[in-house]
Nanobody, 127 residues
Framework: VQLQASGGGLVQPGGSLRLSCAVSGFNTDGYAIGWFRQAPGKGREGVSCINSSGGRTFYARSVKGRFTVSRENAKDTVYLQMNSLKPEDTAVYYC?????????????????????WGQGTQVTVSS
């Protein structure tokens, strides 16, 4: 099982980035995928999650309305479109495989609900 996040970089406040998470080694359409981030000196924070079919999504309050998660199971890829970026979005972003196909509101943001993690991609929002 592998997950590989990519697409990070340096962007100015108000800018956009699209992260990709390429997955392999398992049936992509059988699992929800989550995005987390970790800023220096802080804990890992759940950002977003998408269920196995792509029909249900979850977002942290801090990113709702600015970030959009999507997936293309045929391409074994999950995306995180990030718009209106702020300096406080600066962090290493990780994708991870959820322990199942359909998270619920109370569980999607808990790191212990995920069993495999990608290596992370750095997002820096700065002028």
């Amino acid at each position: 099982v592998q997950l590989q996040a990519s697409g990070g970089g340096l962007v100015q406040p108000g800018g956009s980035l699209r992260l990709s998470c390429a997955v392999s080694g398992f049936n992509t359409d059988g699992y929800a995928i989550g995005w987390f981030r970790q800023a220096p000196g802080k804990g890992r924070e759940g950002v977003s999650c998408i269920n196995s079919s792509g029909g249900r999504t979850f977002y942290a309050r801090s990113v709702k309305g600015r970030f959009t998660v999507s997936r293309e199971n045929a391409k074994d890829t999950v995306y995180l479109q990030m718009n209106s970026l702020k300096p406080e979005d600066t962090a290493v972003y990780y994708c991870a495989r959820f322990l199942g196909s359909n998270p619920i509101t109370s569980s999607w943001a808990a790191p212990v609900q995920y069993d495999f993690w990608g290596q992370g991609t750095q997002v820096t929002v700065s002028s």
